[in-house]
């Protein structure tokens, strides 16, 4: 059984988001920042949200390029994902990828979010700091609307990938 096919047919091996544990840990830091409702707790939470949601990005391309790879099968194609970009950069990739359902309602919210985010940093020095504060409030509902969303994606692309393996991919193991 090649690379592929071993890939496919085990969902082990499908694409997964780096370091679940991390993410699961950063999360509940980010959370219990929030939950003291301070400026400082809340700004720490929205960076922290921003690093989560750069390893959905991450792990949705990871997945676009796994589909596509499926349906070129047997040719095979590689991809090259730079691990060191900033949000912008994964934005852009999620755009020029294939279409998954709810991908334009993803992208318009992690945009959302982001520029969220720059406001809040670049006014920092600028603004009030209990208007911002009041702001903040916000940055959890941008996060758990995006969580939820990723959700919902993850979801479609295992039940895809569990077609693809019942449909096409148990002909090549038979033969």
Excluded at 161 to 168: G, Q, S, V
Aim: net charge negative.
């Amino acid at each position: 059984m090649d690379k592929i096919l071993s890939k496919i047919m085990n969902p082990d091996n499908w694409p997964e988001i780096s370091l679940p544990e991390n993410l699961d840990l950063l999360n509940e830091i980010a959370d219990s920042s929030y939950n003291e409702k301070t400026f400082s707790g809340m700004v720490a939470a929205t960076m922290i949200y921003q690093q989560i949601i750069e390893a959905m990005c991450l792990h949705i391309i990871e997945n676009c390029h796994f589909e596509i790879q499926l349906h070129i099968y047997p040719s095979t194609i590689s991809f090259k994902i730079d691990k060191n970009k900033m949000l912008g950069f994964y934005l852009n990739m999620l755009e020029s990828t294939i279409d998954f359902e709810r991908k334009t309602e993803f992208i318009n919210k992690v945009k959302e979010f982001n520029n969220f985010r720059n406001k809040i940093v670049h006014e920092m020095r600028k603004d009030n700091i209990d208007s911002l504060t009041k702001e903040l409030y916000d940055s959890k509902k941008y996060f758990d609307d995006i969580f939820d969303l990723y959700d919902q994606i993850q979801d479609e692309f295992r039940v895809m990938f569990r077609c693809f393996t019942k449909d096409k991919f148990t002909d090549y193991i038979d033969e």
